[in-house]
């Protein structure tokens, strides 16, 4: 039975960090990466197993749920290289951990994954690794395994898939002894799939394959009612062309299909995306969860209670992510932990649980505070602060982020965020355009938002045209506007601060990454006078050398639908053809391992600048990534951007 959490106690707990101000918050306490990220509980609810950052260091620890001070590193990781994506029990005793490098097959990069089994008191640990007669570049990249399923009645198994060349190189299936690191085949791939669906008990039920021509963006849903019966396909989708299926999962007991579709019932209703149940003998489907508004369900919460599977809630996001939960008692306890900690303007949401439910891994954040972890023992009913994401930063004030909606030219509505730095009057601002373009701001601490505000410059944030999250409105709004409405829409934002009062738009510099590194590109040379300085992270140049790019990489259904491939659409809108317009300093920054924007974008760029004699820094990292997502790099980055602005917002 749910037991009421004593809100005196937790008010006490959650008021251990004291506020205080200073003048100016030391920079190395913005440039370190999360000092723990993704903790998860073991089965059994005895250990919790950690990603943890020290310095230049990444490691994977284990500390006791009932003793935080008892942490133990059971594999480290150093420097820039290598990147810890995930970690997941196999069982009680073992942790995997799946970890990414740059790779280099015939000039161009990749990232190769590894997935390593390590014993929880770190004496043995090795890579899971199927052996190969070939030793090429190419299928050593094709031999990586991807962990697919825990096995519940099989705790020393789990399945991965592999493209193995006997299957043409799509997604087979594995099974792997977590103990040896053996491996078995478990399943071909006669159907070109690249995408497998598992239930408890490791029976392959769902299969997602794609079409023989590589052009054609279409995918194939499979199922079977049990690894005895044959493959059925059940439904057929094209990107841009039908509705979205984003399959979730398969429920075997009633032959339906969990997904995350645009479909609509009548044309009356918006189009956004949803949680629905899919039956596939009748076609039809069957509504689980809508987000209020126009907002998108952005995924399924989803309970593995011993060989059940099943799907108890949504996501969605307005700003922060809310939960919504279909079981009475898992609502209740949400309820409840969001209500305790509402009291101290904290997001809370239960993060993890071990199989018994009896204890809870709650993250807590808001717009001007890290995350923070704390551990809920529901048998004995208490609530203990934990690790955080930032603790150097507790005893500092840090700034509000402000949601707000605004008109664009041709009167669409937008939203976006403004964060004033704290105690000062008219400051500059930093217009801080988000990538994608298809992706979103939020309302949550941002470390390079409070990195500027901390420095006295407000930080305009804008959810253009294009971004996701709002409905498919809003979204395809942006199809076809990269340096157009999309561009204008930020300027449409900079004229409602102006309008407002709250920050000096006359003294702006624009700061962006990826798509927002474009984008400030583009302010370069469609409106020159309007910023003082531009910093690129990442950021297009050269549009016809991206979409070469996407196409070569399978990416063709978003160029052909979302991008013009005009060429002449194409050079009005790479910024490295209008080098000449530019008048504000430009600062280039980009990573040498960025698998998503090559680092030619940002070279081309630079040659261009250099060459209409115009003021250009650029920085290559060894290593760095697309999110430059490493300390030594966020630290050399973080630092020539504070110099940077500092020079030229004075």
């Known amino acids: 039975m749910l037991k009421i959490i004593n809100l005196a106690l937790v008010l006490i707990l959650i008021s251990f960090n004291s506020l205080a101000k200073t003048p100016l918050i030391p920079l190395k306490l913005f440039t370190q990466m999360p000092m723990v990220s993704s903790p998860s509980i073991s089965p059994d609810g005895k250990n919790i197993a950690v990603i943890l950052n020290q310095g230049e260091f990444t490691k994977v620890a284990i500390t006791p749920f009932t003793d935080r001070s008892n942490v133990t590193v059971i594999l480290q990781l150093g420097f820039e290289k290598y ?59 094709y031999n990586s395994p991807r962990l697919l399923s825990l096995l519940d009645n099989e705790p020393n198994h789990i399945l991965v898939s592999i493209n193995d060349p006997r299957d043409g190189n799509y997604s087979s299936v594995f099974k792997v002894n977590v103990n040896d690191g053996s491996f078995d085949k478990y399943l071909p791939n006669a159907m070109r799939i690249i995408s497998w669906g598992v239930n ?156 018994k439910k009896e204890r809870y891994i709650i993250s807590t954040i808001s717009d001007s505070k890290a995350a923070q972890f704390y551990l809920f023992n529901q048998k004995t009913n208490k609530l203990l602060p934990w690790y955080g994401e930032y603790p150097q930063l507790n005893q500092y004030t840090l700034s509000k982020v402000q949601p707000f909606e605004f008109k664009a030219r041709d009167g669409m509505a937008l939203h976006g965020y403004l964060t004033l730095p704290n105690n000062v009057k008219n400051p500059p601002i930093i217009l801080h355009p988000h990538g994608g373009p298809y992706a979103r701001d939020s309302q949550y601490f941002d470390s390079f938002v409070q990195m500027f505000a901390s420095r006295g410059y407000a930080v305009l944030q804008v959810n253009f045209r294009g971004s996701t999250g709002y409905g498919n409105q809003y979204q395809t709004s942006g199809y076809m506007q990269w340096g157009k409405k999309m561009q204008t829409d930020l300027l449409d934002a900079m004229q409602w601060v102006k309008e407002s009062g709250q920050a000096n738009t006359e003294k702006a ?106 003021d250009v820094e650029y920085e290559l990292f060894k290593f760095g990534t697309h999110h430059l997502n490493d300390a030594a790099n966020r630290t050399k980055a973080m630092t020539m951007m504070e110099a940077f602005l500092t020079k030229h917002l004075n």
């Not at 190769?112 to 299928?139: C, M, N, P, Q």
């Open 83 to 141: 990147r810890i994506d995930s970690l997941s029990w196999a069982n009680d005793e073992r942790i995997l951990v799946s970890v990414t490098q740059p790779y280099i097959i015939r000039k161009q990069k990749y990232r190769t994954t590894h997935l390593y089994s390590a014993k929880i008191d770190g004496s043995d640990v090795f890579e899971i690794r199927k052996k190969s007669k070939k030793r090429t570049a190419v299928t050593f990249y």
């Open 509 to 614: 510099c624009i700061v962006g990454a990826s798509y927002g590194g474009y984008a400030a590109l583009v302010a370069g040379f469609q409106t020159p006078d309007m910023f003082k300085c531009i910093i690129s992270i990442a950021g297009v140049s050269d549009m016809e050398a991206q979409i070469n790019h996407w196409e070569r990489f399978g990416s063709d259904g978003y160029v052909d639908n979302a991008v013009s491939k005009d060429p002449d659409e194409m050079k009005k809108v790479s910024p490295v053809n209008h080098a000449k317009l530019f008048k504000a300093p430009v600062l280039l920054l980009h990573g040498q391992s960025d698998i998503r924007v090559s680092y030619y974008q940002s070279e081309v760029m630079y040659d261009a600048l250099k060459d209409a004699g115009k």
């Open 200 to 355: 408890r008990t490791g029976e392959v039920l769902l299969g997602v394959g794609v079409d023989k021509n590589p052009d054609k963006d279409i995918r194939y849903i499979y199922t079977r009612k049990d690894s005895n019966a044959d493959w059925q396909l059940v439904k057929t989708t094209e990107a841009y062309k039908t509705d979205t299926f984003s399959v979730i999962m398969y429920e075997q007991e009633n032959n339906s299909i969990i997904v995350k579709s645009d479909y609509t019932e009548s044309e009356n209703d918006v189009s956004k995306k949803s949680l629905w149940r899919y039956h596939i003998e009748s076609g039809k489907f069957e509504l689980l969860g809508r987000a209020p508004e126009n907002y998108d369900v952005t995924g399924a919460i989803i309970r593995n209670e011993g060989n059940k599977r099943e799907v108890i809630g949504y996501k969605y996001n307005d700003g922060f992510v809310r939960y919504v939960y279909f079981d009475k008692e898992s609502d209740a306890l949400a309820r409840q932990i969001r209500s305790i900690f509402a009291k101290k303007d904290l997001q809370a949401n239960i993060y993890d649980w071990d199989r």
